[in-house]
């Protein structure tokens, strides 16, 4: 896919370079991670050890992968409830995330939130929020708050291309731009609004131009391809970092799993689901770099793949171990005491 | 080892389902997403993926069997390099997860449903509330508006902590659009005198998110009815994050400005919202009436680690009172104010109402009842404590608001006097409050819409007896 973009002159040209052999197998085991990790909890979900509502990650990889890459430690991540990949990302330990999806004592919430509440003030994870469009506005007060401190930091505000139509959205866009703040906007436009296609909700399906009223550059990317997001991610963040304020990205992505565990997915033929899988999976992809690249064997990537596996079964024991919060949690964290 | 294929749960509530169709037969090999059967739940027929990859080895479920429980072995998979044929048939025996046969958490014994129990007056506890600092011997009192309270509290809080910064429409060149920020820009520039776009849901989540990041904002609404574009933030993102996140995330934020009914502005920006905030947990929720009041809270609200919505009204801004020259007025939020002793009858009141009170009980006076005028200060934590203690006094009690009376602030009074106090009552707990209407504009409907001085004397009369 080509790359698209709202505003030639913010677009700095960087040299293409391919990514080395580190990076590329970080992607990999991290994307991979991502995967195994949204296919146990779909796992433990079927046992019914998760309940209410739980969102798949899987198709997706590459976005949060990439972006996080050409991130810096300090800057803050929010996103909507599609969350768990987004902590992977950030460095918060799977056996939390996945304990807080069992609802346990072990969970990053201590069982309190759920699969789409979850934080980490530690990791700069701020959630995790379950109102469509909500961490937009909250994400833009991130930016703001690194702009008020001037710390040279910056925000990354996730949302989905059903979110992008809530009105907050363009209100947060407006005083991101009119402030300059240092925020960015991911829109993983994933093509289905749970059961919406973009272009049944949309009036403009190209995304990334949702910013041109306010000034903001924006540009569509290849979602599908973590080198391709990181090589954007890098050219945001050198634009926000430098002052000039907000910066949309929009990622052309896909999920192969429904909304939710309970969505049948009957919005979309199998056949689209099996297109997408077959050829444009950004692990297979990330894969395909190594083994032509010479860069790793089949075996070294299924040694990878047993050692993630090995990471996130341990994760699932744990949460399943962790015993439920104890009654008293009930009446804890509702103010903080003075 | 081979590896069983469960019944999976395909919605929160599905306990078994039908296997409409198998896509796959013994023998076969499957990967990772690959489609392997149908399942029809109480909602809908969902495709089922294999998470595992290896060799079908058993179907355990024909294909059409009705009422398949959730987790039972519906197929048995034989890994890389497992002979398939070789696999057992598990048996029977089914594994239900710990959470499903475990009963649900009854709640302890100290918690429950009421206010009587101490669990719900928002986590602070009762005995460890400050009273009012006490004012030194010979200390000047100075006459202030509540307009220029509000600023004075505002101001020293930014001049003490670099965090507090205010933002809003109109507050900063405007100077306020009810001139309760005048001079704050001159002072602190525009970094931390913000004027916002009119983006009230916008700058309300903004707001928020700064607040998580390590500020101290105070956002005013220009009234709190364009708050009603912004309550999703001030509901869903500041007062429940810190306990969805397990007490991680702390939301040290003031929501302020003017509430209730100006003056001929019709029902759109007349509303009331006491008992709206008061009803939920995470937020505090303070209503002063006094420019003393109006500065201590607001100083404590700025204070507060937690989201606090401070209710103002525009027809007390311009009123003076007695603020006392110390060096820094704070007071404890969650205690009420006992603001004249009386024998009788109990009014409690919070805001403008609480002046119609203090007039009622002159009144009432004449007329030989003597009336006790609590003013409630803060909504959330309620301070049931003094209320109750009036009643076992007085016997007899009325609960005066602006707002409209059903679910307010009035009915959880009442219920707690009920509860706390039943035998100490001589008589029904009586409401003052608006009319059941959206407040009209023409002047008499509106003065006839909203309680005043004579409803309140009426009530404690009418529980008094003394028609």
Known sequence: ?338 | MSIEILMPALSPTMEEGTLAKWNIKEGDTVESGDVIAEIETDKATMEVEAVEEGVVAKLLVAEGTEGVKVNSPIAILAEDGEDASAVEAPSAKVETPASNDETPVSAPASGGSGSAAGGDEGGASKASLASDPEIPEGTKMVSTTVRDALRDAMAEEMRRDDTVFVMGEEVAEYQGAYKVTRGLLDEFGPRRVVDTPITEHGFAGLGVGAAFNGLRPVVEFMTFNFAMQAIDHIINSAAKTLYMSGGQMGCPIVFRGPNGAASRVGAQHSHDYSSWYANVPGLKVVAPYDAADAKGLLKAAIRDPNPVVFLEHELIYGESFDVPDVEDWVLPIGKAKVRREGTDVTITAHSRMVGFALKAAEILAEEGISAEVIDLRSLRPLDTDTIVQSVKKTNRIVCAEEGWGRMGVGAEIAAVVTAEAFDYLDAPPARVHQEDVPLPYAGNLEKLSLPGVDDIVKAAKAVCYAE
């Open chain 1, 1 to 338: 896919m080509t790359s698209k973009r709202t505003s030639k002159t913010t677009a700095a040209k960087s040299a293409v370079k391919a990514a080395g052999k580190d990076e590329l197998l970080q992607y990999y085991r991290d994307m991979l991670m991502m995967r195994r990790f949204e296919e146990k909890a779909g796992q433990l979900y079927g046992m019914g050890l998760i309940a209410g509502f739980c969102h798949l990650y899987i198709g997706q990889e590459a976005v949060v992968t990439g972006i996080q890459a050409a991130l810096e430690e300090g800057d803050q991540v929010i996103t909507g409830y599609r969350d768990h990949a987004h902590m992977l990302a950030c460095g918060m330990d799977p056996k939390g995330v996945m304990a807080e999806l069992t609802g346990r004592e072990g969970g990053y919430s201590r069982g309190k939130g759920g699969s789409m509440h979850m934080f980490s003030r530690e990791k700069q994870f701020y959630g995790g929020h379950g109102i469509v469009g909500a961490q937009v506005a909250l994400g833009t007060g991130l930016g703001f708050a690194d702009w008020y401190k001037g710390n040279g930091k910056l925000s990354v505000a996730y949302f989905g291309d059903g979110a992008a139509n809530q009105g907050q959205v363009y209100e947060s866009f407006n005083m991101a731009k009119l402030w300059n703040l240092p925020v960015i906007y991911v829109i993983e436009n994933n093509q289905y609004a749970m059961g919406t296609a973009v272009k049944r909700a949309s009036s403009e399906i190209e995304l990334y131009k949702r910013g041109i009223s306010f000034g903001i550059p924006g540009e569509q990317v290849d979602g599908m391809d973590v080198e391709a997001v990181k090589r954007a991610a890098e050219k945001a963040v050198a634009h926000a970092r430098g002052g000039n304020g907000p910066y949309i990205l929009e990622m052309k992505t896909y999920r192969y799993r429904g909304h939710s565990m309970s969505d049948p997915a009957k919005y979309r033929t199998r056949e689209e689901v099996d297109d997408i899988r077959s050829h444009h999976d950004p692990i297979d992809l990330i894969k395909k770099r190594l083994i032509e690249g010479k860069h790793a064997s089949e075996d070294e990537l299924k040694a990878l793949d047993k050692d993630v596996k090995a990471i996130v079964n341990e994760a699932a024991q744990f949460a399943k171990d962790s015993p439920e919060p104890d009654p008293s949690e009930l009446y804890t964290d509702v103010l903080v005491e003075v």
